[in-house]
């Protein structure tokens, strides 16, 4: 079992910023990407942002310049750092991981999703 627990969400004003964190725990041998995905109402959920254990990383278009992907492979988190946020953005958004477990099976998880709300 692993388990991702999320923080950082919350209320924010156009061109604000905030930092999600989202901490991988379990029986974790190894993780290959943690990413981010959002899902606003009535849309299917989207990938934000992903990040491979070399430091590949891929964004969609709508955050580029905007968001930056991080990770702290020692401590199994990823940071999403969100700039120069739009009412768009509004949004819940899951953190994902996938990987291998200490019994050498692979895992896909996700948080539970933390609320980000762009509003004046």
């Known amino acids: 079992q692993v388990q991702l627990v999320e923080s950082g969400g919350g209320l924010v004003q156009p061109g604000g910023s905030l930092r999600l964190s989202c901490a991988a725990s379990?029986?974790?041998?190894?993780?290959?990407?943690m990413g981010w995905y959002r899902q606003a109402p009535g849309k299917q959920r989207e990938l934000v942002a992903a990040?491979?254990?070399?430091?590949?990383?891929n964004y969609a278009d709508s955050v580029k310049g905007r968001f930056t992907i991080s990770r702290d492979n020692a401590k199994n988190t990823v940071y999403l750092q969100m700039n120069s946020l739009k009412p768009e953005d509004t949004a819940v958004y899951y953190c994902?991981?996938?990987?291998?477990?200490?019994?050498?099976?692979?895992?896909?998880?996700w948080g539970q999703g933390t609320q980000v709300t762009v509003s004046s």
């Open positions: 994902n991981a996938g990987g291998w477990t200490l019994m050498r099976r692979p895992f896909d998880s």
């Open positions: 379990g029986s974790i041998f190894s993780i290959n990407v």
């Open positions: 990040m491979s254990s070399g430091g590949s990383t």
